[in-house]
Nanobody, 121 residues
């Protein structure tokens, strides 16, 4: 399975960005999709996940109400809409995929290369 993330960049605090992640190599609708991030000097942390159908989502408390994960199964793509960005959201963002049905788990099987999001104050 190959994952290709894009959409990162530099944005001012309070602004918005939308990340995308294209997936190939496996039937997309069999994969739970997630986003993680890793800030400089910190461990990677979970951000959001979405079920096969897109009907169920799960968020870290730090982004709840500001970020929205979604997927387009016709395009084999998962998105992360990030609003009201804060400097502490600065990180490399990774998309990830896992088999199985649970979205409330942090064990993922496949990882993309990451895209850098920088939020200036």
């Amino acid at each position: 399975v190959q994952l290709q993330a894009s959409g990162g960049g530099l944005v001012q605090a309070g602004g918005s960005l939308r990340l995308s992640c294209g997936v190939s190599g496996r039937t997309f609708t069999t994969l739970v999709m997630g986003w993680f991030r890793q800030a400089p000097g910190k461990e990677r942390e979970f951000v959001a996940a979405i079920s096969w159908s897109g009907g169920t989502t799960y968020y870290a408390d730090s982004v709840k109400g500001r970020f929205t994960i979604s997927r387009d199964n016709a395009k084999n793509t998962v998105y992360l809409q990030m609003n009201s960005l804060k400097p502490e959201d600065t990180a490399v963002y990774y998309c990830a995929a896992r088999t199985g049905s649970s979205i409330e788990t942090y064990a993922y099987d496949y990882w993309g290369q990451g895209t850098l999001v920088t939020v200036s104050s």
